[in-house]
T-cell receptor, first 113, second 113 residues
Framework: QKEVEQNSGPLSVPEGAIASLNCTYS??????FFWYRQYSGKSPELIMF????GDKEDGRFTAQLNKASQYVSLLIRDSQPSDSATYLC?????????????FGKGTLLTVNP | DGGITQSPKYLFRKEGQNVTLSCEQN?????MYWYRQDPGQGLRLIYY???????QKGDIAEGYSVSREKKESFPLTVTSAQKNPTAFYLC????????????FGPGTRLLVL
């Protein structure tokens, strides 16, 4: 099993719709979870982080974490064409005495006007 | 302005040549990281450093070397032993700790002539 898995997409939604991005992870000891957005040719930028089970909202974005199911998701409400990008899920996993941020391969989101 | 800078933006390497990618941060972060991104592969960890004068290998360290002589700087050398160096190289930094967010520089795109 891959450590962090995401559907590669592309996920296509109409403008104004809700986009739902999903991520599963293999390490039950993982403590922190991040969503990054990456535009083509650019570096990743942080969208949200979540540490506790449940939902966390920030503007149009909601992160959801279910540690029992080893599942984290990102919802984007009122999707805009400017949201079109690759979304990377990242999970901080314990490796000995250190922590390692492990990335999924990303989901390409396209928002159609 | 606080942030992470990487230079150059584009770098061309000839066969058998070593090249060095620069990464500087003024965020006062203890930890710094180097990732490689290939199309469809997500981000893979090359090296990381949690403190000055100390660094550890990541998942794909072969053919690369680093140094951490100053808190602000974490240069990456791509040696001639790296047979497939063409990729997008990303430097990141964070405070130390399992729940700390990593912030990325703008990246360097390395191409082989």
């Amino acid at each position: 099993q891959k450590e962090v898995e995401q559907n590669s997409g592309p996920l296509s939604v109409p403008e104004g719709a809700i986009a739902s991005l999903n991520c599963t992870y293999s390490d039950r000891g993982s403590q922190s979870f991040f969503w990054y957005r990456q535009y083509s040719g650019k570096s990743p930028e942080l969208i949200m982080f979540i540490y506790s089970n449940g939902d966390k909202e920030d503007g149009r974005f909601t992160a959801q974490l279910n540690k029992a199911s080893q599942y984290v998701s990102l919802l984007i409400r009122d999707s805009q064409p400017s949201d079109s990008a690759t979304y990377l899920c990242a999970v901080n996993m314990i490796r000995g005495s250190n922590y390692k941020l492990t990335f999924g391969k990303g989901t390409l989101l396209t928002v159609n006007p | 302005d606080g942030g992470i800078t990487q230079s150059p933006k584009y770098l061309f390497r000839k066969e058998g040549q070593n090249v060095t990618l620069s990464c500087e941060q003024n965020l006062n972060h203890d930890a710094m990281y180097w990732y490689r991104q290939d199309p469809g592969q997500g981000l893979r960890l090359i090296y990381y450093s949690q403190i000055v004068n100390d660094f550890q290998k990541g998942d794909i360290a072969e053919g690369y070397s680093v140094s951490r002589e100053k808190k602000e700087s974490f240069p990456l050398t791509v040696t001639s032993a790296q047979k497939n160096p063409t990729a997008f190289y990303l430097c990141a930094s964070s405070r130390r700790g399992a729940q700390e967010t990593q912030y990325f520089g703008p990246g360097t795109r390395l191409l082989v002539l």
